[in-house]
């Protein structure tokens, strides 16, 4: 198979080839063979074994193409899993994440992945989408670049068990999703970022908080909800609202999300990403792929990413992710995680909220997932 075509000049090229490898501390990363068409994921990935042959399963499905993997020092053996697979590039580096994590990705679709759709799951996340599993996810970035759209939106969806974490016994290669069915279905909100990060990041103007993840380990604000926070939440910034388009209506909804904030748990998880994007050149992520740092067109529709974190190994995660201090603010979402740990190893996540999942349908009737007419239309046409 030949290697990429470039469309940079000669002095770009070089110019990145040394960033590469300053990046990755290795050649590898200058010397991929990837497919010519169809979608390619990446993928940064620490002591993830367990999850690496559903993960491929559940994306080769889908249809992706090809896997390029940055395995950062993992020591489980999640190298020699992947190693040989025909459709998997592995990185191996031991640069740390913390640094480098946005560098990685955004260098290795400047190299090879110009103007191509690209997915940026992490090893816990599987992607789902209105007319999933029908619907390829070629079909799928086809409806996307015939209508103009350049992203989709994903919320980020935390699933989990029926009882606790500590009488799961999960199989390398068994679906996720008949180990944790369970998800909240409600206690979500739709708002701007605020402060220096929402400016930068222009893309998407609005973000989701809230779920399991906020109702187990970030509770605290500064103030009760009045009469005025709940009506916001519930119309304004509801995930049924419709983020602006405008800058005057942008402008509006960072002005009235001063008027709730501080009625909302600080710090608050971001639970929403632009996993699926059509590559454009020198673009950036904020560290995550939660944001872009340029106004992209992002479809009405919405995916969603099945968040698959709570397996009977979340407290050696959660202490690995400690001792390792690569995740941000040095960890200090695990150390929220530590502190609640063992009522989650003993007595689950399930509340009066959570809802199983059954299929798409059980997202969209939640709001967590959005199919417009249009989509619907494509997907009956192609059946």
Same mark, same amino acid.
């Given at each position: 198979m030949p290697r990429p075509d470039t469309t940079q000049e000669p002095g770009v090229f070089a110019s990145l080839s040394h960033q590469l490898l300053d990046a990755f501390g290795t050649l590898a990363a200058d010397q991929l063979v990837l497919p010519p068409d169809g979608v390619t994921a990446v993928v940064l990935a620490y002591n993830e074994a367990l999850r690496f042959p559903h993960f491929l399963d559940h994306y080769r499905t889908l249809g992706v193409r090809h896997f390029i993997v940055v395995d950062n020092a993992s020591d489980d053996g999640t190298g020699a899993l992947l190693k040989g697979q025909a459709d998997v590039s592995v990185i191996e580096t031991h640069k740390p994440y913390r640094d480098y994590k946005s560098v990685w990705r955004q260098l290795l679709c400047d190299r090879y992945l110009q103007e191509r759709w690209v997915i940026f799951p992490d090893v816990d996340e599987l992607l789902v989408y209105p007319g999933w599993s029908d619907l390829s996810i070629n079909d799928l970035t086809r409806y996307l670049e015939t209508s103009?759209?350049?992203?989709?939106?994903?919320?980020?969806? =935390?699933?989990?068990? =029926?009882?606790?974490?500590?009488?799961?016994?999960?199989?390398?290669?068994?679906?996720?999703l008949d180990c944790c069915p369970?998800? =909240?279905?409600?206690?979500?909100?739709?708002?701007?970022?605020?402060?220096? #990060?929402?400016?930068?990041y222009k893309t998407p103007a609005r973000h989701v908080f809230g779920g399991a993840r906020e109702r187990l380990f970030h509770q605290q604000a500064k103030r009760p909800r009045n009469a005025l926070d709940r009506w916001l939440l519930g119309s304004v910034f509801s995930l049924q609202a419709k983020a602006s388009d405008t800058a005057f209506g942008r402008k509006l909804d960072h002005l009235l999300f001063k008027l709730v904030k501080n009625a909302l748990p600080s710090p608050a998880a971001?639970?929403?990403?632009?996993?699926?994007?059509?590559?454009?050149?020198?673009?950036?992520?904020?560290?995550?792929? #939660?944001?872009? =740092?340029?106004?992209v067109s992002a479809a009405p529709d919405w995916g969603v990413l099945l968040h698959f974190k709570y397996l009977d190994d979340f407290k050696s995660k959660v202490a690995e992710a400690i001792n390792r201090k690569q995740h941000t603010d040095n960890a200090g979402h695990y150390l929220d995680y530590n502190f609640q740990i063992e009522n989650l190893m003993d007595k689950g996540l399930r509340s009066s909220v959570s809802r199983r999942f059954k299929g798409v349908e059980t997202l969209i009737d939640c709001g967590l997932m959005r199919e417009t007419p249009a989509l619907r239309n494509w997907i009956s046409r192609l059946r």
């Amino acid at each position: 198979m030949p290697r990429p075509d470039t469309t940079q000049e000669p002095g770009v090229f070089a110019s990145l080839s040394h960033q590469l490898l300053d990046a990755f501390g290795t050649l590898a990363a200058d010397q991929l063979v990837l497919p010519p068409d169809g979608v390619t994921a990446v993928v940064l990935a620490y002591n993830e074994a367990l999850r690496f042959p559903h993960f491929l399963d559940h994306y080769r499905t889908l249809g992706v193409r090809h896997f390029i993997v940055v395995d950062n020092a993992s020591d489980d053996g999640t190298g020699a899993l992947l190693k040989g697979q025909a459709d998997v590039s592995v990185i191996e580096t031991h640069k740390p994440y913390r640094d480098y994590k946005s560098v990685w990705r955004q260098l290795l679709c400047d190299r090879y992945l110009q103007e191509r759709w690209v997915i940026f799951p992490d090893v816990d996340e599987l992607l789902v989408y209105p007319g999933w599993s029908d619907l390829s996810i070629n079909d799928l970035t086809r409806y996307l670049e015939t209508s103009g759209y350049q992203a989709l939106f994903t919320p980020m969806v =935390d699933m989990y068990p =029926d009882g606790p974490l500590n009488n799961l016994s999960y199989q390398p290669g068994e679906r996720f999703l008949d180990c944790c069915p369970w998800f =909240d279905g409600d206690g979500y909100r739709y708002n701007p970022l605020k402060g220096s #990060h929402g400016k930068r990041y222009k893309t998407p103007a609005r973000h989701v908080f809230g779920g399991a993840r906020e109702r187990l380990f970030h509770q605290q604000a500064k103030r009760p909800r009045n009469a005025l926070d709940r009506w916001l939440l519930g119309s304004v910034f509801s995930l049924q609202a419709k983020a602006s388009d405008t800058a005057f209506g942008r402008k509006l909804d960072h002005l009235l999300f001063k008027l709730v904030k501080n009625a909302l748990p600080s710090p608050a998880a971001v639970q929403s990403k632009i996993p699926l994007l059509k590559w454009q050149t020198g673009t950036c992520f904020s560290g995550g792929v #939660h944001g872009i =740092d340029r106004e992209v067109s992002a479809a009405p529709d919405w995916g969603v990413l099945l968040h698959f974190k709570y397996l009977d190994d979340f407290k050696s995660k959660v202490a690995e992710a400690i001792n390792r201090k690569q995740h941000t603010d040095n960890a200090g979402h695990y150390l929220d995680y530590n502190f609640q740990i063992e009522n989650l190893m003993d007595k689950g996540l399930r509340s009066s909220v959570s809802r199983r999942f059954k299929g798409v349908e059980t997202l969209i009737d939640c709001g967590l997932m959005r199919e417009t007419p249009a989509l619907r239309n494509w997907i009956s046409r192609l059946r």
